[in-house]
């Protein structure tokens, strides 16, 4: 059983033929699909998605950072409206963004924080999400750090020492198609952090792995990820996908 952390599912990219990628996924050996919020222009899908594959996906909340704008108060009033009435499995995607826009950057700063708190509050991990913003992420969670913040530092492009400071902060790192990169860079340093701290994740439909980059990604290409931290571990694929599941199971609760 291989679990795909972090996948935009109702994305439209697959409106054409989403039964058969899921299909693809299943026989491929995915059976769990967490599937990250962005705003509330996406909750809609995300509803419909659970109601069609009720047994395969599981719902998170949150606020994604580049979708915290001027109405950025409007969105979070929305997280916590659905926070309040039903149960999820993680806060997320939030976090800093400051690849696209410095302009929110205070707003961002106040968004992951809030969110990190109504995590707390409701005992759930975060998946955080960060472009070109480490420092600034690390500065938010060094405030809020203890044994209830916990969660996973989805698409981890970092250095060894960042990873380890991610580490340090209860959470797992997201290991998707960039280790699969020539340049992708995480793969030189990987073996020298304990597989109990990995999880995989495809953030399908973007950065699909080596030999499909450049393409649409979907979940069943995070066998290739596998065969990467194969290389990487010296484990087997068995192994790789045993272990990372447990380490999904042991954030989500699921």
Known sequence: MITDTHTHL?????????????????????SRFFI???????TERMFDLEKNYPNDVFLMMG??????????????????EWLDKRDFYAIGEIGIDLYW??????????????????AKEKKLPIVIHCRD????????????????????FHCFTGTLEQAEKAISYNMKLGIG???????GKIDKFLNQIDIKHIVLETDSPY??????????????????????????YGLTFQEISEITTQNSKDVFGV
């Not at 439209?12 to 050996?29: S, T, V």
């Not at 826009?101 to 968004?111: S, V, W, Y």
């Open 133 to 152: 913003a480490f420092d600034e992420i690390f500065e938010v969670l060094e405030t809020e750090k203890g044994d209830d913040l916990f969660g996973i």
């Open 10 to 30: 109702y994305s439209n990219q697959f409106d054409e033929d989403r039964n058969e990628m899921m299909q693809r996924a299943k026989e491929a050996g995915i």
């Open 36 to 42: 990250p919020a962005i705003d509330s222009s996406y």
């Open 207 to 232: 950065l699909a792995p080596t030999p499909y980059r450049g393409k649409r990604n979907e979940s069943s290409y995070i066998t290739n990820v596998v065969d990467k931290l194969v290389d990487i």
């Open 177 to 183: 198609g960039v280790a699969t990169f020539k340049n």
């Open 63 to 80: 606020l994604h950072p580049t979708s915290v704008k001027e109405n950025y108060q409007e969105e979070l009033a929305h997280v916590r």
């Open 101 to 118: 826009d410095k302009t929110f950057l205070p707003q961002q700063q106040e968004a992951f924080r809030t969110q990190i708190q109504w």
